[in-house]
């Protein structure tokens, strides 16, 4: 399944979605992960609702995205389009975010983490 991750620093969940410019998009399955490319935001709309559209249109192929804020607005939009948004408390390392994804996935994942795996498997997209 895929994932992203709202990135000033390239290297750590440390931008909220709204203000995000880019976003690492990664690769995760039980057997490790890959990082697959940056999606950039330089030229995202001035309107709010456009600028979240066109921010969750970019990343509608990941089960997950991870921030370090959101806004009750964006957080809708992106439940909306089956992709289950996930608040850090304080920058945090991708690797780290990705190692503990990981172990989850291996040991015990929830149920919706269970179904978003199932999603990327079979392409159903009903899983949120």
């Known amino acids: 399944m895929r ?13 909220h979605f709204g203000h995000a ?11 490790g992960y890959e990082f697959l ?5 330089e030229d995202v709309p001035d309107e709010e609702y456009d600028k979240i559209n066109s921010k969750v249109e970019a990343i509608k ?7 370090i804020a959101i ?5 809708a939009r992106v439940v909306k389009a089956k992709i289950h948004p996930v608040k850090v408390n304080e920058p945090t390392p991708i690797k780290d975010i990705l190692d503990q994804l ?15 795996l199932t999603k990327d498997r079979t392409g159903d997209t009903d899983y949120i």
């Open 71 to 75: 806004g009750a607005t964006a957080a």
């Open 61 to 67: 192929d990941c089960a997950i995205v991870y921030v």
């Open 102 to 116: 990981l172990k989850t996935l291996r040991e015990n994942p929830p149920p919706w983490l269970r179904k978003a």
């Open 37 to 41: 490319e940056y999606r950039n935001f």
């Open 21 to 31: 410019r880019t976003m690492a998009v990664y690769e995760i399955d039980e057997k």
């Open 3 to 15: 994932v992203a991750f709202a990135t000033k620093s390239l290297d750590k969940v440390d931008d």
